[in-house]
């Protein structure tokens, strides 16, 4: 089987569109934040995705998703460090998520539950942050560095 992750393209927006509606995840504003995209490639297909929102000094992880065949086989976790890493070469101090699933992976790797007001106002002027959706989502924070 060969696995790939690859940094996203604009031709990549299809398919991650997709995979995000069957995790019922929100696809807003993906064509903006592309570039920090990372997905997944298992014989040449998409099967996973995960992004980063930068705003100032704090991240947004969003849009984390992998498809159901390929579920806790730690591509997920592959996906995640990548992730990381992009996050500490922009020099990020934290991150934060909208925790809807999964928090206990989160949590297994250094995310803590905070309450919504204490995100940085340029986290909560995102979109991800402003959907109606999205507003009932717990708030987890990482800090990086």
Not at 48 to 69: K, M, P, Q, Y
Not at 127 to 134: A, H, P, V
């Amino acid at each position: 089987m060969k696995l790939n992750i690859l940094n996203a393209t604009q031709d990549d927006i299809p398919a991650i569109t997709k995979l995000l509606k069957k995790a019922n995840l929100p696809p807003d504003d993906l064509e903006r934040w592309i570039d920090n995209f990372f997905v997944l490639t298992i014989e040449g297909k998409i099967e996973g995705c995960i992004g980063l929102e930068h705003w100032e000094n704090t991240g947004l992880l969003r849009s984390f998703a992998v498809s159901e065949d390929y579920r806790s086989k730690g591509h997920g976790l592959k996906l995640y460090a990548e992730l990381i890493a992009a996050a500490k070469e922009l020099n990020l101090n934290s991150m934060l998520l909208l925790a809807k699933g999964a928090s206990g992976f989160f949590e297994k790797n250094g995310f803590k539950f905070i309450d919504r007001n204490e995100a940085p106002e340029s986290v909560k002027n995102s979109i991800q942050f402003k959907l109606d959706e999205c507003r009932k989502y717990d708030v987890m924070k990482l800090d990086i560095n």
